[in-house]
């Protein structure tokens, strides 16, 4: 039950009502917005309907915003309806019009609010896609939670979710990762391989792979030449680090429905998918045979003076046209991406997410541009950056570098701090902003920590209810006896604030799925579980806010049914941030 919804469809009624506005197109009544007022004291609901459809219909908008008040003054549930300012509208609502909303929220448990936003729109959600050379880090994390995350926002609110992790199994960094391995197994085989030479990995996560190679083929690797041991060494060590990635990533309770490989775009006869794109280009004219002037600032090392194959990229939004072919005749990374995105709008997907690093920001306009490109201007590309995580330890900084192989993976973080710690906090700051990871921090028993802070809002309302089922053990508390509880008795300020905040959640949702943002869900997770805290510690002072009465059992149910909709909020915005909600805490 989402009020505001539910009173922006009632505007749009009465603005195809009234004879003023009754030609206004959908457009227009499309910018109408139902929302909080800033200031509480001014109502439960605010909308701008006069303000923006005004213009439209040639009228002042405090003139039409007195006559939509009339109108709305006259709907159900309407207590009182006022216009401020210039043409705002503010709705004071009947307090059973937000009783109503806690008896759904009762009876739909954690799947209360769940919406039809995206009307069964597939959606492609491609996250993590770490290059499969080696552990994931908490680099990855970040955007790894991140996706997921917002894969599940979608899915809770009527999207059609595919999650897809792109391995980049094509590269010369797999070649390197190869030769890296092959020097391990030289060392299972008994051989002194000295210092890792620079430029290979030197990491120890290598070792078990030179073991199982040497268990599998025994010396028979040995001697051969590198072109002849290369491709079954690359394979095999491709495939034990994605055995790697998916084990760190079930740590974090991380799943993919699709893995798609890189090296099978080029596989196949005539250069597979990636020369068949190009092909296309080709004929449709986007594809010629040119020079680049010299990019500005310090020369890139791949950049080429010379004429090659480019992409007519700027004819859809780029800065300038992209090479497809590098000069050993090889397909660009651009080219093989471009195959993949338009393998993904081949397999229905017009709305395409990639979560990408900070550091690729400067690659975006370029695939934005193949996907218009590719599907017509049928799909589109939403590219979201997750910036830096600084992994600290009581402040102080903590080392990681991939290369020198002296860096924290994402499997040590999970279990020193726990999964539920690093999700939450992962998704604790907006995704584009820089993010601090205090180790210490993150496990502390403190409200000053927001994951324990939430959680401990949840076991709370659970030990209320064994506390209730204590004092009246015949007390029927399931979700059909509570929706039916007498809630004209939660009359205090703070228990009817804590209901309005219930009310707001079906919107959160909607509003957080649309702007790509699962951080929000964090933020009124902690706001909920504040003002829970509150009124469990305004108890304290006034015995007759206490959650459990002894004396009265109405009250009691009636607070019983207050608290199972919190918890309620609690335990849906915690899945679907991929935390859990315990009933006890240790």
């Given at each position: 039950?989402?009020?505001?919804?539910?009173?922006?469809?009632?505007?749009?009624?009465?603005?195809?009502?009234?004879?003023?506005?009754?030609?206004?197109?959908?457009?227009?009544?499309?910018?109408?917005?139902?929302?909080?007022?800033?200031?509480?004291?001014?109502?439960?609901?605010?909308?701008?309907?006069?303000?923006?459809?005004?213009?439209?219909?040639?009228?002042?908008?405090?003139?039409?915003?007195?006559?939509?008040?009339?109108?709305?003054?006259?709907?159900?549930?309407?207590?009182?309806?006022?216009?401020?300012?210039?043409?705002?509208?503010?709705?004071?609502?009947?307090?059973?019009?937000?009783?109503?909303?806690?008896?759904?929220?009762?009876?739909?448990?954690?799947?209360?609010?769940?919406?039809?936003?995206?009307?069964?729109?597939?959606?492609?959600?491609?996250?993590?896609?770490?290059?499969?050379?080696?552990?994931?880090?908490?680099?990855?994390?970040?955007?790894?939670?991140?996706?997921?995350?917002l894969a599940n926002l979608l899915a809770a609110t009527g999207h059609v979710v595919t999650r897809e992790y792109?391995?980049?199994?094509?590269?010369?960094?797999?070649?390197?990762?190869?030769?890296?391995?092959f020097l391990r197994y030289l060392e299972a085989l008994g051989e002194d391989i000295g210092t890792i030479p620079d430029g290979l990995y030197p990491g120890d996560y290598l070792k078990p792979v030179g073991a199982a190679l040497a268990e599998r083929y025994g010396s028979s690797l040995k001697d051969q030449p590198e072109a002849e041991w290369l491709p079954t060494v690359r394979q095999f060590a491709i495939d034990a680090m994605m055995a790697m990635i998916r084990d760190d990533l079930s740590a974090l309770n991380i799943t993919h429905e699709v893995f798609f490989s890189e090296r099978s775009l080029q596989a196949g006869g005539n250069g597979g998918a990636v020369a068949a794109i190009i092909d296309d280009f080709r004929k449709r004219g986007l594809i010629y045979e040119g020079r680049l002037p010299p990019p500005k600032g310090q020369l890139p090392d791949d950049w080429e003076d010379r004429e090659q194959t480019l992409f007519r990229s700027t004819e859809f939004g780029d800065d300038v046209d992209r090479p497809l072919i590098k000069s050993d005749g090889g397909y660009t990374y651009f080219a093989s991406d471009i195959a993949y995105h338009a393998d993904k709008f081949k397999r229905g997907f017009k709305t395409q997410i990639d979560v990408w690093g900070a550091d690729h920001g400067g690659y975006i306009k370029r695939m934005a541009a193949a996907v218009k490109a590719a599907s017509n201007g049928e799909a589109t590309l939403e590219v979201r950056l997750c910036q830096l995580v600084k992994l600290m330890r009581n402040g102080e900084p903590v080392k990681m570098s991939k290369r020198s192989g002296d860096f924290v993976t994402l499997r040590e973080v999970v279990d020193e701090v726990g999964r539920d710690s690093v999700r939450f906090m992962m998704l604790f700051r907006k995704n584009d902003a820089e993010l601090e990871f205090d180790l210490a921090k993150v496990i502390e028993q403190?409200?000053?920590?927001?994951?324990?802070?939430?959680?401990?809002?949840?076991?709370?309302?659970?030990?209320?209810?064994?506390?209730?089922?204590?004092?009246?053990?015949?007390?029927?508390?399931?979700?059909?006896?509570?929706?039916?509880?007498?809630?004209?008795?939660?009359?205090?300020?703070?228990?009817?604030?804590?209901?309005?905040?219930?009310?707001?959640?079906?919107?959160?949702?909607?509003?957080?799925?649309?702007?790509?943002?699962?951080?929000?869900?964090?933020?009124?997770?902690e706001d909920v579980a504040a003002q829970f805290h509150a009124l469990w510690n305004k108890g304290k002072d006034q015995p007759d806010l206490r959650f459990i009465n002894a004396e009265d059992r109405y009250s009691t149910l009636a607070r019983l049914a207050l608290v199972r909709g919190v918890m309620n909020i609690l335990a849906g915005g915690l899945a679907l941030l991929g935390v859990g909600a315990p009933d006890e805490m240790q």
């Open positions: 039950m989402n009020v505001f919804a539910d009173f922006q469809a009632r505007i749009a009624r009465i603005l195809k009502a009234l004879p003023e506005t009754a030609g206004l197109a959908d457009a227009a009544l499309a910018r109408v917005v139902v929302e909080p007022p800033r200031d509480s004291s001014h109502g439960d609901l605010s909308t701008n309907a006069a303000m923006v459809t005004a213009k439209d219909a040639s009228m002042k908008p405090r003139d039409l915003a007195e006559l939509i008040a009339t109108a709305l003054a006259g709907e159900t549930g309407v207590a009182a309806v006022s216009v401020a300012g210039p043409g705002f509208i503010n709705i004071t609502l009947d307090a059973a019009v937000f009783d109503s909303v806690l008896r759904v929220c009762i009876a739909e448990g954690a799947a209360y609010s769940r919406t039809a936003l995206g009307k069964g729109e597939g959606v492609n959600v491609e996250y993590v896609s770490a290059n499969p050379t080696g552990p994931m880090h908490v680099g990855h994390c970040r955007g790894a939670v991140y996706g997921d995350a792109y391995i980049n199994d094509a590269g010369a960094q797999v070649d390197v990762l190869a030769r890296s391995a403190s409200k000053d920590n927001p994951v324990f802070y939430v959680q401990y809002a949840h076991a709370r309302g659970a030990s209320i209810f064994r506390q209730g089922r204590q004092v009246f053990p015949d007390m029927d508390v399931s979700s059909a006896a509570l929706a039916k509880a007498d809630l004209s008795i939660l009359a205090d300020s703070s228990e009817r604030e804590l209901i309005r905040r219930i009310a707001a959640w079906p919107r959160l949702l909607d509003s957080a799925a649309q702007s790509r943002e699962p951080h929000r869900i964090a933020f009124f997770l």
